[in-house]
Structure formats: structure tokens, C-alpha cells
């Protein structure tokens, strides 16, 4: 294992031969505006077209479990409770109790102090945790850093970091600071992303896997996006995601095929895989399923594991549970059928 | 496109049903608003992925075009010319609104007859010719606007002759302008694809327009011949080859008949080196294989920034890659069949020369199936001006790519054809679009997109591909001629037309009968 301390000279080191310099406001600058523009006509068209995937029988049936093994079913409500996080998890182990062939998700996503509940409640169902059995279990992923406006200063956002990888959490979703994105201050919003990973770091030698939350409703611009995934990937995030879920528009498909450009662009350039993680507003089996074919039509299919794609969701397992059911047993049942966590 | 059997890319099977398809054996012409025998040889129309017979269809000769030219000729005189425009609207809207109903059945038809995607006969042909006819109900009772001064008149009847690549959509093109014109019609469909032409005869039955207003005639290129040339007839239509398109102005020439071609291309889709790069790859794509590239606006000559050229090929490689060619009728077919063994041949022999002349020739690894007509999506790179495949039409999935290094240089390379239908400029920067679109010589220049149709937008083209407009407020006008006023230009016109066709007469070229006819016509 590399130290914390040797990773992040190693991601800084990358990022100054990228960029030709340090990651100065105006390095970064140079470096992502000189990324090519999105034509946000264009890429709504591709997304449209994707879209119109017709994905039948036997496909179908594969990607109902696919989408099942790549939820993060959530909670983040002020109103969280112990019981309602351990219900979650039950959900998370078992999501149909009537069928038990059906796939586990791949991961609780809770507020930071609720993941020692979380860990408790997974149990024997938590992730193992060793690089041979990557995805044996279920993880737990915590949201951090003041999510979700990320308004707070850079100690207590590590606080929160370390808090959350203490108490056993496998991954952290951290918001970037969307002020300093928008007033030009990238050297900041990638430091920062810097020090949150730098955070990661657990006691068992292990990192906590870092979602990096881009909140793209509030960069308005696909353009941003772009560059706020550019900045994302090479501040070292091993996700970049979408939303918290709080912004409207969360997920979109347009959004989320051009992260998965960037992502696409990243491996062809170091051949490292990036994860993409869209979040909030997707809750049906159909929009998801788009989300299936953007992803394996544009960055390939071997994105669709839970190491590399991941839908942050807690609506969309009921309605995936229904087609789950219906195409076992050849008719639709209803919202009784399947149990709310 | 070749994944392994578990592989998700792999899609399942996903065929439209033909079940809503309710064809008849043999189709006769539609003639005064009923079918009827043809007297020519009945031929057979193919699926040309399949190359089973969809129908058997008749052939109209001579006498048969005599036949629908006097139909379209009555109709206008005592029907149509006599209508108000607001009740021409209400057919137009009627036949939209019917098209609209049985869009389903109509790009089955359209797949199945031109071996185009389902998802492109559904998405794109079907819903833009019902909107050409709903666009055109609206100027029916507004001619006054159309641009050619107060109280404009009909042609008369005018002669349609369209081609295979956009069966529906080019009927649609055709018709809908000169019915809300006043203008009646005998519309002569393209050999290889008459069936969804057929049934858009059903639907003008089904919307109770007046008998003979419109006349649909199927045959082969003698038929649209003997149309073109039918002394009767005021206007003449066409879209298709260039080859064809100066036979037709040959013919015409001198006989009063106004005439509009709509010809081939050789569209330059130019991308500069600041483009939205992803957004460009795709409108290089839906630019050169869409609709297979039967489509006489395709981009199929790639002017690409030398400094960007070997990205933008792996790109466009890799995207290639994802194409998927195969059965039209499958919703996920990217690319479907060649629409007739004859453009196939054609397609080949013309891409074999681009390698004989060195280009290079590259096409993803995609398996094509064992019967129909199928060419893999092809690209030349190492093009030079020179090359054949860089100059003449290809009319297939064919694209060539040759570089520039200046905006001066690609405007050149650009306009360096006999034709100019159309092309394609790629930029983040918005002067830059217009300084460039401003000295293209094109009818149509799209910034940042490609292939795309609306019935308010004219299209038509320079130099060899053809004149006239189509579409738009432009494209009634083609159908419109001005007011008759002592003294005004358009009666001069209509007065050397005359002297026109009693030159033709004393040739015994045409008919005493025809000429009385053309003289009430040109009143």
C-alpha cells in the first residue's frame, strides 16, 4: 500500500506534467478551456438517441439484475433515524425477500453519522474489504465534506472526511465548493478534492473510495461540467458524480453521457478507469436502462460493475423490483408487492 | 457489428411487428381517385434486405399517363382551382391528420420497401411529411403572402416525379405545396419503393379528396418520361439524379412548363479544430449514414483541420465501431439495407476505384447478412481532391476525408465541386460559422448539426444540384404564378409561353387539344 502522503504527491506529480505547471488558478485555467466545447444541442440529440435503445427479453432481464448490483440506495434526510438506516440495509441485503436470486445492491449511501449503524446492520453482509474479493458485500458510503451545499470551511470538511472513514465507511461522497468553481478559483476546488482524498486514508492501510460530487445543477453549463469533471479526475476522485439529490435538475442522461465522455477521454489518454455515479431523478426501470446502453455505447460495457458505475437512487429499486417480477412471472403486480425500506 | 453472445451490446431482437401492414397482392395506378390496371407490365417491388416480393405492381404507359394527366386536368378545372383556400387547407390538414394516424403502418411500409432503420422511417420520414402537409394547410388560404404579389394563380397540373431514398417524405415535399398552391398533381413514385405511395392513395380516398386531384402512377423511368413530357402538363417536378435532372431540362426546355430539380451533391462537412469534438463526430455520422447516405445532402466529403485530422479519425473510428447495420424492421439497426442490387453495384464499383486511386479504406468489423443488398460503413482517408470518390456521388455509407489547413483553404475545397446541395460547418466560434457560411456555395448550410428538416426552412441547390426550392415559403412559389395584369412581367411570361407552345404545335410535337389546354392554363 502507498502512503496517503506518496499518493498525493503522485496525483499532484501527474497533474503538473498535464498541465505543464503547478495546479494554479491559472494553470488550470489554460488547461481545461482548452478542452473542447460542448455543443449542448448535439449532445441532448445523442442522449435522445440513445435513449431510444429498445432493450427486450433476455437483454432486459440482464439489465433489471445489472442496475439492481449498481444501486446505492440512499437515505439523506434530516429525519434519519437508527431504525430507518437499519431498515434500509435490510432492503440493501435482501431487496426482494421473494425471491432470493435477486442481486444485492452495491452499497448504503447515509449521512456520516449514521455509518456505524450502517456497518453494524450490514454485518456479515458487509464488504470484505480485501483486493481479492473487491465486491463481495455491500459498502457503505457516507455523504461528507458539508454536503450537501459544501459551505463550510476546509477543516471541518476534513473533519467530517475522517469522521465518517473512521467509523468504517468503504466510500465518501464529498461536494465540490460550487462557489469557487463558478468565480475561477479551480486551484482551490482541486486542492481541495486533494485534501479530502488525502482524508480517505484508513487505518487498515485501505482508501476510502472518493465520489466526487460535481452538483451539476448548479453549474448550469455543460461546458462546466465538463471541466468540473476534467478537474475532478485529475484533483484524484475515483467517481465523479452528478448530485446530492437536494439541487433540481439532478441526473440527467444529456449530463451524465458527458461525464462519460470525459471518463472515455481520461482512460484513452493514462488508461486509467474512472467511475461515473449519476444521482436523484432517476427512478424507473425505463430510465435506467438508458442509462445502461449510454454507458456501454460510449465508454464500453465493461464500466457496468459497481468498481465503475453506480446509480445513486432510492425510489428506482421498487419500480426496477416490479419489471424484476413481472418478467419472472409474466404480469405486472403493484407497490404492495415489493417492500418499502 | 460483432460482440460476443453474452455480451449486453448484443441486444436482444427488438422487430417492429408487420401485423398492422394489411397489403394487398398487386397494387393498380391511382387514376380520378380509384385504382386501376396499368397497361404496362406489372413488376414486382422487393424488400431489399430480404429480397422477398412485398407486392406486384402495375406499370403505366403512354396512354396510362394520358390518362391521369386528363384526370389531374379535369379535377383542376371544375374542382380545384375553384375551391377557396381555406377549404384546400381542410384536405391538407385532413390528410395530415390521417398520415399521423396510421404513422405506424406507414414506416413499416417505408422499411420494409427501402430498407431504411425503423427507427428513422418512425423518427424522422413519417412525422416530417405529415408535417409538410399540416405546414402547407396553413398557406392554403394565405397565397396572398407567398411572395409573389396579390391574388397569385395556380399552375395548372403539374407532373411529380421523386425519388427512392425518401419515399413518403419526397411525396410529401411534392404534393403538399402544390395542392395548397391550387395546383392538381400526377405524381410518379420511384420504382424500388412505391408502396408507402400506394398507401397514401388510400388515405386521399380515406380524406375524400376530390377525384383526380391527385394521381399516383407507378413504372419504371419511361414512365416518368412519358409524364414529364405529356404536352398537358404545366409544371414539372423532379428530384433525383443529376443525370436524369438534365434529361428533364433538355425535354422541357422551351415548352412553357415551369420546372424545378432538386439533384445530387457532394456536401463538404467542414470541421475546424476548435469544434465541439463529440458533437461533431456524431454529425459526421448521422451526416454521411444516415438513411445508408442515400441522401442527396449527405456530408460525404469530411474537410477536417489538419492539426485534429488523426483524432477526429479515431474517433470517428471507435464510434464507427458502434454502428450497428442489419434488419431495418429491428429498432436497434443503425444502418439498414441498400436499397436495390443496381446502387449496390454502383457503391462498390466506386469505392473499389477510391482504392485503386490510394485512398485508404477502412470499416469497423461488422458481420452483413447472407440476402439482401448491405455495404458496411466505409471510410476513405489519404482523399484527394482529385479522387473520384471525392468528386462524384456516391449515394451510399461512404465517407472521404481530405484535410485543410486555412478557413480560406476550406472554403475552396469546399466549393470545389460541380455540385452544391449542401454542407456542414463544425465551430465553437460564432463569426467564424457565418463568415464561412457566407462564401459556401450551397443551398443549405448547417453550423453544428447536420441533416436536419423543417418544412418552414427552403432547400434546394447551386450550380449542378439542381434549382428552385423546396419547403418553406419559397417552395410554394414554385407552384404559384403571379396575377395576369396588363403590362406586368407575368404577363409577358405568359405570353412567350404561349408563342412557345404554338411553335411546339406547329412541330406537331403536342396536340392541337393539349395546346388549348395549356393556353386556358397560362390565362
Known sequence: ?341 | MSFSSTSFLNYAPAPESTALLNLKPDYGLFINGDFQPGNGTPFQTISPATEKQIAMIASANEADVDTAVAAARRAYDRTWSRMSGSDRGKYLFRIARLMQERARELAVAESLDNGKPITESRDVDIPLAAAWFFYYAGWADKLDYAGVGPNPAALGVAAQVIPWNFPLLMLAWKIAPALAAGNTVVLKPAETTPLTALLFAEILQQADLPAGVVNIITGAGSTGQALVNHPDVNKVAFTGSTAVGRMIARSVAGTGKKLTLELGGKGANIVFDDAPIDQAIEGIISGVFFNQGHVCCAGSRLLVQESIHDEVIDRLKARMSTLRVGDPLDKNTDVGAINSAEQLQRIRELSDIGEQEGAERWSPDCALPQNGFWFAPTIFTNVSTSHRIARDEVFGPVLSVLTFRTPAEAIAKANNTPYGLSAGIWSDKGSRILAVADKLRAGVIWANTFNKFDPASPFGGYKESGYGREGGRHGLAAYLAPAARPGSRARTAAISAKAGSAKASTEKVSTEKAAAARKKATK
Not at chain 1, 13 to 22: A, D, K, S, Y
Not at chain 1, 34 to 59: Q, Y
Not at chain 1, 221 to 243: C, P
Not at chain 1, 264 to 277: A, E, S, Y
Open chain 1, 1 to 341: 500500500m502507498t502512503s496517503p502522503a506518496s499518493a498525493e504527491l503522485a496525483t499532484r506529480e501527474r497533474t503538473t506534467t498535464l498541465l505543464g505547471g503547478e495546479a494554479t488558478d491559472a494553470n488550470l485555467r489554460r488547461y481545461l478551456h482548452g478542452i473542447p466545447g460542448i455543443d449542448a444541442v448535439g449532445l441532448e440529440a445523442r442522449a435522445a438517441g440513445l435513449g431510444t435503445r429498445s432493450i427486450k427479453t433476455s437483454s432486459k432481464r440482464w439489465a433489471i439484475d445489472t442496475i439492481i448490483s449498481l444501486i446505492d440506495l440512499t437515505t439523506l434526510e434530516g429525519a434519519d433515524t437508527h431504525g430507518k438506516v437499519r431498515s434500509l440495509v435490510s432492503k440493501a441485503v435482501s431487496p426482494d425477500p421473494s425471491s432470493p436470486d435477486c442481486p444485492r445492491v452495491a452499497a448504503v449511501c447515509v449521512y456520516g453519522d449514521m455509518v456505524s449503524v450502517a456497518v453494524e446492520a450490514l454485518g456479515a453482509a458487509h464488504s470484505a474489504r480485501t483486493p481479492e474479493t473487491p465486491d463481495a458485500g455491500i459498502r457503505v458510503a457516507a455523504v461528507a465534506t458539508a454536503f450537501p451545499s459544501g459551505r463550510a470551511s476546509l477543516a471541518v470538511k476534513l473533519a467530517d472526511v475522517a469522521d465518517a472513514v473512521s467509523a468504517g465507511a468503504d466510500e465518501i461522497d464529498m461536494v465540490i465548493d460550487r462557489g469557487a468553481f463558478l468565480s475561477g478559483r479551480y486551484g482551490q476546488v482541486y486542492d481541495e478534492i486533494v485534501a479530502v482524498k488525502a482524508a480517505c486514508a484508513r487505518a487498515d492501510g485501505a482508501d476510502a473510495h472518493l465520489k466526487v460530487i460535481l452538483e451539476t445543477g448548479e453549474l448550469n453549463t455543460y461546458d462546466n461540467v465538463r471541466r468540473a469533471s476534467w478537474l475532478a479526475i485529475l484533483a484524484g476522485g475515483d467517481f465523479i458524480k452528478t448530485s446530492t439529490g437536494k439541487v433540481a435538475p439532478a441526473a440527467t442522461l444529456p449530463v451524465t453521457l458527458s461525464m462519460l465522455e470525459v471518463v472515455r477521454d481520461w482512460h484513452r489518454l493514462t488508461g486509467v478507469k474512472i467511475g461515473v455515479k449519476p444521482a436523484g431523478g432517476i427512478r424507473t426501470s425505463k430510465d435506467a436502462i438508458k442509462y445502461l446502453v449510454t454507458v456501454a455505447e460510449t465508454v464500453g460495457e465493461e464500466w457496468l460493475t459497481p468498481q465503475l458505475f453506480r446509480f445513486g437512487a432510492s425510489s428506482l429499486l421498487n419500480d426496477v423490483l416490479l419489471q424484476r417480477q413481472k418478467m419472472t412471472t409474466g404480469h405486472y403486480s403493484g407497490p404492495d408487492y415489493v417492500t418499502i425500506d
